[in-house]
């Protein structure tokens, strides 16, 4: 069974910093992507950032500048490096496993439970 753990989230002032770390553990043999996705009250889980195992990265536009994510040296982890937040950056944000390959045509998508980023005006 993969798990995913996330760590990082709190309660921030606007303008401040946050950095996110996810961690995927188990019977791992590859990973094609792993990212953020976020969702706020009232609103339906979106992208905020991916990167692939070949280093491309994505975001979404409105974190684009101030958003950085990046790959750990160990190996499957992830991090999201929050710069510049925002009252509209609150939400729950969630580690995305996409594509992971635990065995020859065994391959799924995971996700953590989510940690909680509150960005206070």
């Known amino acids: 069974q993969v798990q995913l753990v996330e760590s990082g989230g709190g309660l921030v002032q606007a303008g401040g910093s946050l950095r996110l770390s996810c961690a995927a553990s188990?019977?791992?043999?590859?990973?094609?992507?792993m990212g953020w996705y976020r969702q706020a009250p009232g609103k339906q889980r979106e992208l905020v950032a991916v990167?692939?195992?070949?280093?491309?990265?994505n975001y979404a536009d409105s974190v684009k500048g101030r958003f950085t994510i990046s790959r750990g040296n160990a190996k499957n982890t992830v991090y999201l490096q929050m710069n510049s937040l925002k009252p509209e950056d609150t939400a729950v944000y969630y580690c995305?496993?996409?594509?992971?390959?635990?065995?020859?045509?065994?391959?799924?998508?995971?996700w953590g439970q989510g940690t909680q980023v509150t960005v206070s005006s």
């Open positions: 990167i692939t195992s070949g280093g491309s990265t």
């Open positions: 188990g019977s791992i043999i590859s990973i094609v992507a």
């Open positions: 995305n496993a996409e594509k992971v390959w635990t065995g020859i045509l065994r391959v799924s998508d995971y």
